[in-house]
């Protein structure tokens, strides 16, 4: 599933390209993914001018001058932009056209959404119940440790609740944990407010590292330009399970933890 990095990849892609242009028409070939497209989204968002395009979590804002385009890539989604005559392929299932060049969402298991509102973002379902976001100077030490407190659940599984902490997918919570020296099976509340700091700044590098890499291609994901990303080339102990730690040379271990992979090095995490 496309996570925080490659969302913010995306954005990052098509910035340049779609802010302050105007929108000549929707195309939507397919209105069923996860949630139906709205049968008036072409009406509403046709003549709009893009005047920003933000992303909160794992979803792209589009700010049209009034009205928000919400567009979250799903389990296999990615948005690129082609020349307006390329054929769309068997899942390429929404179009915006700008002049010459069309902003193509490609979704194989359509789990993604392509959403407007015209109330707060901060309202809409889909974001009211979000947590912080782990960029963002909001995510410090302290507050980590005022968010682990009282909490049973191992430390990996909090880092992935999206209601505590924003877009901190698998792959990057394990390479966190690893980068922050700390077993992804300890349980969150036992965290000092030390290796609450250790893991900040991991979690912030981890992001950030992924970022300039493209995020990372695991399946399905391209970027805008149709590249994939390059993370899991990079990665300390994600999908390295039974090789050794680039670390200290310890085989890598993998368990599951709540019906996901978890990696990690059982000498340098503790």
Known sequence: MPELPEVETTRRGIEPHVVGATIARLDVRDRRLRWPVPADLPERVAGRRIAAVHRRAKYLLFDLCGLELIVHLGMSGSLRLLPRDTPPGKHDHIDLVFGERVLRLRDPRRFGAVLWTEA???????????GVEPLSRALSAARLHAITRGHRTAIKQLLMDGRRIVGVGNIYACES???????PRRPARRLSRARCERLVLAIKLTLRKA????????????RS?????HFQLRAWVYGRAGLPCRRCGTPVRRIVQAQRATFY??????
């Not at 944990?177 to 077993?183: H, W």
């Not at 090095?265 to 503790?270: F, I, L, S």
């Open 225 to 229: 330009d149709g590249e994939p990303g």
């Open 177 to 183: 944990l690893f980068v922050a020296g700390i077993d």
């Open 120 to 130: 707060p973002l901060a309202t809409h379902p889909l974001l009211a119940h979000l």
């Open 265 to 270: 090095c059982p000498r340098c995490q503790r």
């Open 211 to 222: 970022i300039r890499a493209g995020g990372a291609s695991l399946r399905d994901f391209v």
